[in-house]
C-alpha cells in the first residue's frame, strides 16, 4: 500500500543518560551496529559515520537470517555538536534530529520525511522502534 502523504513523521524518546552519553552513542560507529535495527530479527553489521556538515554517513541493516538487507544512508547538510543533525538521504528524503540536555536525560527527536511504499504507521512504527533500541542501549552502557 502506497501513501501520497508528503507531511513530516515525528517519533522521540527520553534517555536515562547525559547529553554527551547520548550523542556518543548515537554517532559512533561501534554502538550504531548495537541498535540500528527494529527488530531482533535483524542487525546492523556494518556502519560507518562522518558526524560533521558535508560527511556521509551509511548502516546496513540486515535480517539475521541473511534473507534481506539494504544500506541506509546520506549527507549531513547540518551539524551542531550535541544540538542537531539534519541529513538527506539519497531518495531526497530529509531527516532533523534534535538532542536536549533535562538534567541527567536527554531528549531526543526525529523528524523525517516518509517514503511512499508503506503506510505512515508502520514507518511511524519502524523507526520508533529503532529510537527505543537506541533508548535501551544507551541506557545499558556503562
Known amino acids: 500500500m502506497a501513501t ?3 507531511t513530516a513523521i515525528t517519533i522521540e524518546t527520553i534517555v536515562n543518560v547525559p547529553l554527551e552519553k547520548a550523542w556518543a552513542i548515537w554517532n559512533e ?3 550504531i551496529k548495537q541498535w540500528a535495527f527494529a527488530s531482533p530479527e535483524w542487525h546492523a553489521p556494518y ?3 562522518d558526524i560533521r556538515t558535508g560527511g556521509t554517513f551509511k548502516t546496513t541493516m540486515a535480517a539475521k537470517d541473511g534473507s534481506m538487507s539494504f544500506d541506509f544512508e546520506g549527507v549531513y ?3 551542531k555538536q550535541e544540538e542537531l543533525i539534519e541529513y538527506g538521504l539519497a531518495d531526497g528524503r530529509q531527516v532533523k534530529i534534535t538532542f536536549a540536555a533535562q538534567g541527567n536525560q536527554t531528549k ?4 523525517f520525511d516518509p517514503e511512499t511504499e508503506n503506510p505512515i504507521e508502520m514507518q511511524r512504527g519502524g523507526w520508533q522502534a529503532i529510537l527505543d533500541n537506541y533508548k535501551k542501549h544507551a541506557e545499558s552502557t556503562k
Not at 108 to 111: A, D, K, L, P, R
Open 108 to 111: 531526543v527527536v526525529e523528524t
Open 77 to 79: 547538510s547540518t551539524v
Open 47 to 49: 556502519a560507518d559515520n
Open 4 to 6: 501520497t502523504n508528503s
Open 29 to 31: 560507529p561501534e554502538h
